[in-house]
């Protein structure tokens, strides 16, 4: 599906024959590829996030994007690209200062909205939008600073685009949702404990500090990560880990894999529909996400504050 229509047989001729240098093998290889592959992994990387945050928080609305940490992480990224030539950093440094804002952001959510997972719904919404607030502000006063060229790249990375992607950022990206799902399976069971409250979960012997902070730490390296790639893709977090607990229910065990599966699914479903609701021309997937996830939002919005529940049953 795209601009050139590529049938299957063309796809497997230019993925798996070395000597295939035509046009169509350029198109496979060095655009649809690396966008299908990374597409997959962000996606991946902002449900499994979401699915965290969430569970930590105890509140269906924790998403990266909402709660300014997907924005913490872009500023991040956007300021050291604007000032990381100046003190001798590479492309390589983005990923870091991606994970420093979004991890920054999530502790500074804390700091204002409440403390531990025990903040309400009002107060966590408000703080995320000032962050996000705050955010947009400083990227757009960094990228009018730069050239016409370089803002214009910085304004539509902004919105959520892959077009730009690259196939050597794969493998760095894949190894920090591996970190980041790996931290996430192996605290499914205290993740299900602590659906019955701290208390309750230390008293059963989880260690809910410990593990809130490895969490959160792991939550933000992968927003971080997928935002360095992708910029501002907002609601994947929010829609997908919501979906399947529906249909799977609160079981950890089971719903931190398949939000990954399913963030990457869909990311790669909206990022199509990106490249050919238009014909020729593009939209940002971020657009796309934020046509499907506004609506979800706001009907968990309106159900208002409500509570997990123990494993094995469903959110009330």
């Known amino acids: ?11 497997w001729r230019a993925l798996f024959a070395p000597e295939a240098l035509d046009p169509v093998a350029d198109i496979v290889r060095g655009i649809r590829l690396p966008r299908i592959l990374l597409a997959a992994l962000v996606g991946a990387s902002l449900a499994c996030a979401g699915v965290i945050f969430q569970a930590l928080l105890r509140n269906p609305l924790a998403d990266p994007f909402i709660l300014g940490v997907s924005g913490g992480a872009a500023l991040g990224a956007i300021a050291m690209l604007s000032f990381g030539g100046a003190l001798g950093l590479g492309y390589a440094a983005v990923p870091p200062a991606a994970f420093a804002g979004g991890l920054l952001s999530l502790f500074m959510l804390f700091l204002v909205a409440g403390q531990g997972s025990r903040v309400s719904p009002t107060s966590l919404l408000l703080t995320g939008v000032v962050f996000n607030a705050f955010a947009s502000a400083a990227i757009v006063f960094l990228a009018s600073m730069s050239g016409m060229l370089e803002g214009s790249r910085i304004f539509v990375w902004l919105i959520g685009n892959l077009s730009a992607a690259r196939l050597d950022a794969a493998p760095w990206l894949a190894v920090f949702l591996g970190v980041g799902l790996s931290c996430a399976m192996l605290s499914a069971r205290g993740l299900n404990v602590l659906a019955l409250g701290e208390e309750t979960a230390e008293q059963l012997g989880v260690s809910t500090e410990v593990q809130r ?31 399947l607990r529906l ?6 065990r089971l719903l931190v894999p398949a939000s990954a599966l399913g963030g990457a699914a869909f990311l790669v479903v909206c990022d199509t529909l990106a490249r050919t609701l238009l014909g020729g021309r593009e939209l940002p997937v971020g657009a796309i996400t934020a046509l499907l996830g506004g609506p979800v939002f706001l009907v968990l919005l309106r159900r208002g504050q409500r509570h997990w529940s123990a494993p094995g049953g469903a959110l009330r």
Do not use: K, Q, T, Y
């Open 247 to 252: 249909v799977l229910g609160p079981d950890h």
């Open 213 to 243: 902070r490895v969490l959160l730490v792991a939550g933000s390296l992968m927003v971080g990560a997928a935002v360095s790639i992708s910029g501002l893709i907002g609601f994947v977090g929010l829609i997908i880990p919501h979906a």
């Open 1 to 11: 599906m795209g601009p050139s229509p590529i049938g299957p047989g063309e796809v």
